[in-house]
């Protein structure tokens, strides 16, 4: 099978498609013949083993997994001896979570890991544009307590996963304003946040506004400043490693509390919730790119280069 490889950090130069043998089946595994997979800033970040703390996850002087890629749809083509949730033939949408893996033609799962059957009426590329995105943006809100009528701040709001907590905040029933570059300003409107700030010249120390939660996908803001924008019960939750936040949490447990940051976890409740959403309308998936697995360096780069509006896909079956 065909896999997209990387021996060492870099440029998107360092991605290579190479042969690679079919992987085999455990007892409790399917194989996935993977038609669409994602690009993500998460990707990005193991591929450049940048910033360092990637390297935690990717391996401090070269990457231990190979294969970059954490979503996937595609068809079952096989399955072990214990395999009763899945046959073969079925359309599946799915998540390797803090893993890697998905540029490649082929891969195994559990049966029991984060995988759905595909919906009918989303395609493999609109399946796996919504599947890092909304995982990510739903795992830190919910650690946060998202609940309706609160008032939420999203800091990089036309990224790929602020898109998602714009969507999924107001799905909650929450008032949602966001930070985010000018180019990309009608595009979170159209997801439907309440407000919006350009980051260029709405610095935060000049907003009066206070808010319930504040989520942070940038994690480049002043913990002093950001703490003058909550509420006296407010919550600040990131998606960037920062030391500072995490040093001071571990001396600090009321601090820690109320400025958190995490991992995020993903589950197959939490596709079936995405998916419920998309059937009922209030949900959509938002592509900005699809490129062929052949011009893989060419995603990354776009990535990289671009401001996305809405998320890239890389498909792997023509």
Not at 289 to 314: P, Q
């Amino acid at each position: 099978m065909k896999a997209v490889r990387y021996h060492h950090f870099g440029s998107p130069k360092v991605l290579e498609i190479e042969e690679l043998p079919l992987p085999d089946i455990g007892e409790h595994q399917i194989l996935v013949e993977v038609y669409a997979t994602s690009v993500n800033s998460g990707d990005c970040h193991l591929r450049s083993g940048s910033p360092f703390m990637a390297r935690v996850f990717a391996g401090p002087f070269v990457p231990r997994q190979k294969i970059l890629g954490t979503t996937y749809s595609g068809k079952v083509v096989g399955i072990g001896a214990k395999v009763t949730s899945f046959k073969v033939g079925d359309l599946i949408l799915g998540s390797l979570g803090i893993h890697s893996g998905t540029y490649c033609e082929y891969i195994v799962v559990d049966q029991e890991s984060t995988v759905i059957k595909k919906p009918d009426f989303v395609t493999h590329e609109e399946g796996v544009s919504m599947i890092f995105g909304f995982l990510s943006a739903k795992y830190f809100l919910d650690k946060a307590q998202i609940t309706s009528g609160m008032k939420i701040l999203i800091i990089g709001a036309g990224g790929s996963v602020g898109s998602h907590a714009v969507q999924y905040g107001k799905n909650k029933g929450a008032e949602v304003h966001g930070i985010c570059h000018p180019e990309t300003m009608d595009f979170v409107y159209q997801l439907g946040a309440d407000k919006n700030y350009d980051y260029t010249v709405d610095k935060l120390e000049r907003i009066s506004q206070k808010y319930d939660i504040i989520f942070d996908t940038v994690g480049k803001e002043d913990i002093s400043i950001l703490s003058k924008l909550l509420t006296k019960e407010g919550k600040y939750i990131t998606t960037a490693a920062r030391l500072d936040l995490i040093i001071k949490g571990v001396f600090n447990k009321s601090f820690a509390k109320r400025f958190m940051f995490d991992v995020s976890k993903s589950t197959s409740a939490g596709l079936s919730e995405l998916m419920d959403m998309v059937e009922k309308g209030t949900y959509r998936p938002m592509i900005d790119s699809i490129f062929d697995m052949e011009d893989v360096v060419k995603a990354h780069y776009h990535f990289e280069g671009n401001r996305k509006k809405g998320a890239l896909v890389l498909k792997i079956k023509k």
